[in-house]
C-alpha cells in the first residue's frame, strides 16, 4: 500500500479564456484596446463584444493603467541621486561616480587618439600611394622622351 502526499496546494486549471484574460490584465490597457481594433478590423461582431465586456467588466475606465508603471520606474531612477541619509555611504557613493566619470573621460580621450592614429594612417598611406603614382607617370614621361616619341598628355 502507498501512501499519497501532495507537496503542491492543487491550483485549478484556467480556460483559456481565464488565461487570455490575465494576460492581456498583465500588458495592460493598451494590450485591450488593440485586441479589440483587431476584432473589428477581423470580425466586427468580436470587436463588439470586447468592446462591451471591456465597458462591462469596467476595464476600459480603470484608474490603473501602464502609464502607472513606468511612473513607477522613473521614481526608482531617481533614488539613486538623492542622499541614503548615511554619511559613509554617501561618500563612497559619489567617490565611485566620480571615479566613474574619470574612467569613462579617459576612455573617451583614447577613443579620440586611436581615431586620430587611424586617420593620420590612412592620410600616410593616401600620400605615399599617391607619390608612388607620380613617381610612375615621371618614368613613363622619361621613357618617352629618350624614345623620341612626342609627350603623352
Known amino acids: 500500500m502507498t501512501s499519497f502526499t501532495p507537496t503542491a496546494p492543487h491550483t485549478p486549471v484556467q480556460g483559456w479564456f481565464s488565461r487570455s484574460e490575465a494576460w492581456l490584465d498583465s500588458k495592460g490597457k493598451g494590450a485591450w484596446i488593440a485586441v479589440m ?4 478590423v477581423f470580425f466586427w461582431p468580436v470587436g463588439l463584444a470586447l468592446l462591451f465586456y471591456m465597458i462591462w467588466s ?28 548615511n554619511s ?6 559619489a567617490d565611485t561616480l566620480r571615479r566613474l566619470e574619470q574612467e569613462q573621460h579617459d576612455f573617451e580621450a ?15 598611406q593616401f600620400m605615399d600611394d599617391r607619390a608612388r603614382t607620380a613617381d610612375h607617370g615621371d618614368d613613363a614621361e622619361d621613357e618617352d622622351e629618350a624614345s623620341g616619341e612626342p609627350k603623352r598628355r
Open 88 to 93: 559613509a555611504f554617501d561618500a563612497y557613493k
Open 110 to 124: 583614447f577613443l579620440e587618439r586611436l581615431r586620430d592614429a587611424k586617420d593620420k594612417a590612412e592620410f600616410d
Open 37 to 40: 481594433v483587431l476584432g473589428f
Open 58 to 85: 469596467k476595464r476600459m475606465f480603470s484608474k490603473f493603467s501602464c502609464s502607472h508603471k513606468s511612473k513607477t520606474w522613473a521614481r526608482h531612477g531617481f533614488s539613486a541621486m538623492k542622499p541614503s541619509g
